[in-house]
């Protein structure tokens, strides 16, 4: 038996690591109004006010667009769980945590795993996708990370899915990172299942995976022929979310489904271009900042997402320790590198709430002052 | 585009289906606190307090105890990824909803399923059980539920658990209704795998699947060769959860841990065993009303769950019409059958901060009040 226990009273945080990013109070205000159970008609009419929010956001009303009831991870794992078959030929892209992962899982559900790799900051070039596609015609799934949050990539999706078009090869892409913060159209583009999460553009908790899949992929996957498991099968979960009167499938997140319909309801109002222009700016002006304290970025200056900065640690300052200063001295949370093998990065996201030069600005105020007093201070 | 959407507003309704259950305020309450990033030093050492109080409430100190980020199917899903691989002969009991869903879940990964079937309301006697283990003493795992949710049946599981020792074959029990609400001892009984839910007993809203893991059932899993998905993945959860520093694996749905933080301790301060006797009494109270009402409960009643009530629709009674008149005229929810196969009940929980005798006569007095305006008093 544990001591008693206190109630939790943790710190204020400005949150500008990779993710989560600070909450909209009027998401948490959200999450207080009364809860009702997973049947009530009028929770039936708040899943539907979900989807067809989420369909704005995402772009794209045919196909299926709605929230998993599970973090970014688990629309990463319902790709793959879904999308394929054991056995299947999977082309993945990779030049960051992100896109190792999601070839892990294509291994782990037996694909025919074909990694096209770059090293950590780069771009993978969509020439060399191509080729991939062209010696495996046969390719169930094509996947790529739109924005690599371990390393601040941007990948020239807009480009690829064009090149793509005509191809039986479904298109899949991580949006966990874009979602809300940079252009993103799977319809208009042609993005066969796109999977997100809700703690960065969307200004929201982490907790769900908001996911949108073309018209054809869920016919592929009506198609499939091995089962897939339960709780992200995405056959089941059309029933639950847009089926009326819907089958239970699991008992839905209720509060978390409430802060996404506020978060989302908000990011309409501000508007889905205007939400983007808003991260373009505090990003340009944040990385302006940077470089002119003499500092460098991680990724090709021709694809360096605006969201999110992965900012290289000068040799022989101490990555942790600056992190951990700035985080109890300026109560701001940045993130190191990712995993075992990334290189040694600070990586700074402005998303959400904190996507303003505002922002911008006390981040880079309080990265000099502790580098400064680091002993190496950025010369401008 | 959707037209303008309001913020949410839904009605304040008392939570007395089979779950949701409503949330303690301080529950609630907790989600307000500033939020902390899932790597943040602070919220690591939440997460070791939240598996303390969670091996408290489980009464397990041994093995693996953490919530999943998914909900209570999720926490059925992990079992059968983690504990069984593909050709496994695996016996699972059904009398309800929730068996057949372990059932289907076997099938879907792949086991040679040994099911073991009573009707609905019926408990699944353990000597079947165990005769189905005499004639497959290589089983992997057997399955049963501990609290049928669509039934209200409770099974025997200690008895299960302790005729079952000394075999090989592990134990996997569904507590979703079941945890924070009557007995359950996974250490002293011997139960290798419980998983559970968070908006029952345990007051909190819907997001996250306590499980807890017997040492040797961890072992089974370290050694097991099939790989297992990715976000429900055990070994990866382990290293997540408890390892220090920890291995990234998800971003941790942060709100609903300070919830869960919050309800656990809560529950310790009450102390589990009060809570176990609170819904005891609030439970024996509305039956004994329900039946002198003149209505029938569905349970074998040697096995009644007091937590969850089945009663029978009378004949010529319309189950949904009075389900929604209490809805609607009374502002409490009820639950009807769940599935096509159900046979007409409604479903009154008593759980979490609704397991009171005050709660139990609002609810029974609701129902005559509806029932006798139906034109089908119930007599004394």
């Not at 000068?314 to 075992?340: F, N, T, W």
Request: glycine share 10%; charged share 20%.
């Amino acid at each position: 038996m544990p001591a008693t226990h206190q109630p939790l009273d943790p710190p204020d945080r400005l949150l500008c690591g990779p993710g989560p990013a600070n909450v909209e109070p009027a998401v948490v205000a959200a999450m207080q109004r009364p809860m009702l159970g997973h049947m009530d008609p009028d929770l039936q009419d708040i899943l539907a006010e979900v989807v067809a929010l989420l369909e704005a956001v995402y772009r794209r009303s045919e196909g299926l667009t709605l929230p998993l009831s599970g973090t970014g991870t688990a629309g990463m794992e319902a790709g793959i769980a879904n999308l394929t078959e054991p056995g299947d030929t999977v082309i993945v892209g990779a030049s960051g945590y992100f896109g190792f992962c999601i070839q892990e899982l294509a291994r782990r559900y037996g694909a025919n795993l074909v990694a096209v790799n770059a090293d950590w900051g780069e771009v993978v070039a969509n020439e060399r996708l191509l080729e991939a596609l062209e010696e495996h015609p046969d390719a169930r799934l094509l996947a790529i990370v739109h924005a690599e949050t371990s390393t601040g990539v941007a990948h020239p999706l807009r480009e690829l899915a064009e090149a793509m078009s005509g191809s039986e090869t479904l298109l899949m892409a991580d949006c966990v990172t874009s979602l809300g913060a940079i252009e993103l159209e799977p319809a208009q583009w042609g993005i066969d299942y796109c999977y997100s999460c809700t703690q960065k553009g969307l200004a929201n908790p982490p907790g769900m995976s908001p996911i949108s899949v073309s018209e054809r992929a869920l016919e592929r996957i009506r198609r499939r022929i091995a089962p897939v498991g339960f709780y992200l099968d995405i056959t089941l979960l059309e029933q639950y979310w847009i089926e009326r009167p819907a089958a239970y499938h699991h008992t839905a997140p209720i509060l978390n489904i409430y802060a996404l319909h506020e978060g989302l309801r908000l990011m309409l109002e501000e508007g889905v271009e205007a939400r983007w222009k808003r991260h373009a700016e505090a990003g340009a002006h944040f990385q302006r900042r940077v470089r002119e304290g003499g500092l460098e970025l991680l990724a090709d200056p021709g694809h360096q997402l605006p969201q999110l900065t992965a900012i290289r640690v000068p040799e022989g300052m101490d990555e942790k320790e600056v992190q951990m200063r700035l985080l109890q001295e300026h109560d701001i949370e940045v993130g190191g590198g990712l995993g075992p093998t990334a290189p040694s990065i600070w990586r700074v996201g402005l998303m959400g709430p904190n996507a303003t030069t505002a922002t911008a600005d006390r981040v880079i105020d309080a990265f000099e002052a502790v580098l400064a007093d680091a002993g190496t201070p950025p010369s401008p």
